[in-house]
């Protein structure tokens, strides 16, 4: 199983991006799926996950009504589209997967342990 994300650049305060992650070895649909976001110095922070087997999404308070995560199964992809971007979202941004439904099983989809997946990260930085 590989996560590949892309999409993360520079953007003015604002602005918009959108992230996508390629996924191959497994079918999107069968897992749930999210993106965590790491800023220099900081640790890992949930940013938004879709639920396996639905299209329900859980996202962070400092996101919400800006995030947006979605799922194309037919191309295998999961995106985060980002609006109304600020400074303080700059990091690198993850894609992971849980393949093993500890997320449906305790509906905690906000510990990066829970997914056991990752991509290898996408820099978005947003300048004021």
């Known amino acids: 199983v590989q996560l590949q994300a892309s999409g993360g650049g520079s953007v003015q305060t604002g602005g918009s991006l959108r992230l996508s992650c390629v996924v191959s070895?497994?079918?999107?649909?069968?897992?749930?799926m999210s993106w965590f976001r790491q800023a220099p110095g900081k640790e890992r922070e949930f940013v938004t996950a879709?639920?396996?087997?639905?299209?329900?999404?859980w996202p962070a308070d400092s996101v919400r009504g800006r995030f947006f995560i979605s799922r194309d199964s037919a191309k295998n992809t999961v995106y985060l589209q980002m609006n109304s971007l600020k400074p303080e979202d700059t990091a690198v941004y993850y894609c992971?997967?849980?393949?093993?439904?500890?997320?449906?099983?305790?509906?905690?989809?906000?510990?990066?342990?829970?997914?056991?997946?990752w991509g290898q990260g996408t820099m978005v930085t947003v300048s004021s």
């Open positions: 879709i639920e396996y087997n639905s299209d329900s999404t």
């Open positions: 992971a997967a849980d393949l093993t439904l500890l997320t449906y099983q305790t509906g905690n989809y906000y510990q990066p342990g829970q997914y056991n997946t």
């Open positions: 070895g497994l079918s999107l649909s069968d897992y749930a």
